[in-house]
């Protein structure tokens, strides 16, 4: 079983421009510059040299340059460590479908976001099929003989914008960065050799495990970037299973469910999952899909 441990860090920022405005801002990436591209909120008087002040003024935001789609690239000046710092004034960037009007809640969800194995500091989003594992369920596994291999790969928002193109292979995958460790290569070869079964947590594992393999047919180790896009017809070189969230219509995450289960399969799994009314989203149920090993796949 292969896992994400990629930890969210507090994103979402709430300040206010020096003519007084109100700004949201959700942190996606950074340059080697440190110049961090965001999803500002509302963009549309964000424009180059707007200073935005966040907390009592240990952190502010200079827009560095106007981007498409309400992003911008910002400076960001601050003193010590700007993790420690958005601590203290940044929000867990939760999923806008998830209401929370008090600090409290919000407060609660910087660990309830999170997998119980979350370490590698860079997300703005959970990868939450892990959130259904416990400490307890874990520690079950290893009795189990079931091995455990982590790799990282750090969720920007792009995961979850929807298909909006009418013709699938001209939907575009933002950038994500990944990291696998010589480790996992070895504990994934290992499996094949003895004919096992390599079972991913989220679609994020799954999408950094393919990626890795896409040159040579194996699990390649070290950082690297990825825009793979997975659907139906895609060639798994690496992946025998999937554990993942309910996810929804028009999205990359559920024709990567498909094109790992089948089109008709996963219909029928989500047909009734409507009729139980299983829950879908973030917080919501899971479902275990498993495809059995290809000969075709590396040993």
């Known amino acids: 079983m292969v896992i994400n441990n990629t930890r969210v860090f507090p994103a979402k920022l709430h300040g206010r421009t020096e003519s007084g405005g109100l700004v949201e801002l959700l942190l996606l990436q950074a340059d080697e510059n440190n110049v961090w591209q965001v999803l500002a909120r509302p963009a549309k008087k964000l424009r180059v040299g ?4 966040f907390g009592k003024g240990e952190l502010q935001a200079i827009v560095a340059e106007v981007l498409e789609l309400g992003k911008r690239n910002i400076e960001l000046v601050y003193e010590g460590d700007l993790y420690d710092v958005l601590e203290r004034v940044g929000r867990a960037p939760l999923p806008p479908y998830i209401k929370r009007q008090s600090a409290e809640l919000n407060g609660r969800d910087r660990e309830r976001y999170q997998t119980v194995y979350a370490r590698e ?9 892990g959130l259904h594992f416990t400490h307890e369920l874990l520690r079950s596994l290893v009795k189990r003989d079931i091995a455990t291999a982590e790799l990282t790969l750090h ?3 792009g995961t ?7 013709t699938i292979e001209n939907h575009r995958m933002e950038r994500e960065r990944y990291s696998i460790p010589e480790k996992t290569v070895a504990a994934v070869k ?3 050799g003895r004919g096992g079964r390599v079972v991913a947590v989220g ?6 495990l393919e990626s890795a393999a896409l040159a040579s047919g194996e699990v390649q180790m070290g950082p690297a970037d990825t825009e793979l896009f997975i659907y139906p017809g895609f060639q798994f070189r690496v992946v025998d299973g999937l554990l993942t969230n ?7 995450l559920l024709l990567l469910v498909s094109a790992l289960g089948g089109v008709a399969p996963v219909r029928r799994a989500y047909r009734e999952a409507v009729q139980e009314r299983y829950r879908f989203y973030s917080y919501g149920d899971c479902m275990l899909l498993y495809c059995p090993p290809s000969p075709s796949k590396s040993s």
Request: glycine letters at 6%; aromatic letters at 6%.
């Open 246 to 252: 309910f996810h929804l219509p028009k999205s990359s």
């Open 155 to 157: 969720v920007g928002c």
């Open 190 to 192: 290992a499996a094949r």
């Open 203 to 208: 679609t994020t594992t799954v999408r950094a």
């Open 50 to 53: 707007t200073r935005i002040v």
């Open 160 to 166: 979850f914008q929807p298909i909006r193109e009418e």
């Open 121 to 129: 500091r860079g997300s703005v989003a959970a990868p939450t099929a």
